[in-house]
């Protein structure tokens, strides 16, 4: 069974920083994507970064570039989002899901299979 369970939300300050992470299990960790996304009141879900587990290439939203680093423990089943300098539009829940190794998956966020139940972040102005 596939199990994505994602820690170290919490309330920041403009500018802080928070480590994001997202263990896995039930799966080949080396043969997906897995891939960060949020999701604010009101609004769409969506893609943050993603990293392959096969080669750790990371990929990135233009939105956070710069800003967040996506960084993966294979031999732990572990992927972290480093985030700093967070600002206040921020501000969502943080879900980690995993997919195929596919074009779509890493510069798209699209085809992703399963997620976990996420982690709230909140950055105060």
């Known amino acids: 069974e596939v199990q994505l369970v994602e820690s170290g939300g919490g309330l920041v300050q403009n500018g802080g920083s928070l480590r994001l992470s997202c263990v896995a299990s039930?799966?080949?960790?080396?043969?997906?994507?897995i891939g960060w996304f949020r999701q604010a009141p009101g609004k769409e879900r969506e893609g943050v970064s993603a990293?392959?587990?096969?080669?750790?290439?990371?990929y990135y939203a233009r939105s956070v570039k710069g800003r967040f680093t996506i960084t993966s423990d294979n031999a732990k089943n572990i992927v972290y989002l480093q985030m700093n300098n967070l600002k206040p539009e921020d501000t969502a829940v943080y879900s980690c899901?995993?997919?195929?190794?596919?074009?779509?998956?890493?510069?798209?966020?699209?085809?992703?299979?399963?997620w976990g139940q996420g982690t709230q972040v909140s950055v105060s102005s």
């Open positions: 899901a995993v997919g195929p190794i596919t074009i779509a998956t890493l510069t798209l966020f699209q085809g992703y299979t399963s």
């Open positions: 039930g799966f080949r960790f080396n043969d997906y994507a």
């Open positions: 990293i392959s587990g096969s080669d750790g290439s990371p």
